[in-house]
C-alpha cells in the first residue's frame, strides 16, 4: 500500500490549496479515504474522511465549510481542496486509508498512511 500527496505550499491567510493523494498496492474503489493533519508539537487530527462511492463524507468542525475532499475511483485519487485558509491550518497533510469508519457515530481509524505534503499558512 503506498500514498504520495502533493499540493502543499505556502500560502497567504484567505488563499487557497487542492492537496492530491495517489494511492497504490490495493483497491482504491474499495476503501473509504482520509486526509489526517499534523502540527508541529500535536497529535494528528483527522480532517476529511469519504466512502467509497464519494456520497458520504466527513468533516472536522475545524475546516467544515472551508475543505471539500473528493476522489476520483478511476485514477485511484484522493483530493483535499482547501479553502480560505488559516494559520492555524498550518501542518503536515497526510492521506490515509480508512480500515474502520462510522459515520453515525463519527468514529474512523486509519490503516495506512502517506509521507505527507506540508501546507504552510501565513503572511
Known amino acids: 500500500v503506498q500514498f504520495v500527496e502533493s499540493g502543499g505550499g505556502m500560502v497567504q491567510p484567505g488563499g487557497s490549496l487542492r492537496l492530491s493523494c495517489v494511492a497504490s498496492g490495493f483497491t482504491f474503489s474499495n476503501y473509504d479515504m482520509s486526509w489526517v493533519r499534523q502540527a508541529p508539537g500535536k497529535g494528528p487530527e483527522l480532517v476529511s474522511v469519504i466512502n467509497p462511492g464519494g456520497k458520504e463524507t466527513y468533516y472536522a468542525d475545524s475546516v467544515k465549510g472551508r475543505f471539500t475532499i473528493s476522489r476520483d475511483n478511476a485514477k485511484n485519487m484522493l483530493y483535499l481542496q482547501m479553502n480560505n485558509l488559516q494559520p492555524e491550518d498550518t501542518s503536515l497533510y497526510y492521506c490515509?486509508?480508512?480500515?474502520?469508519?462510522?459515520?453515525?457515530?463519527?468514529?474512523?481509524?486509519?490503516?495506512?498512511w502517506g509521507q505527507g505534503t506540508q501546507v504552510t499558512v501565513s503572511s
Open positions: 490515509a486509508r480508512v480500515s474502520y469508519s462510522d459515520y453515525d457515530l463519527k468514529e474512523y481509524e486509519n490503516d495506512y
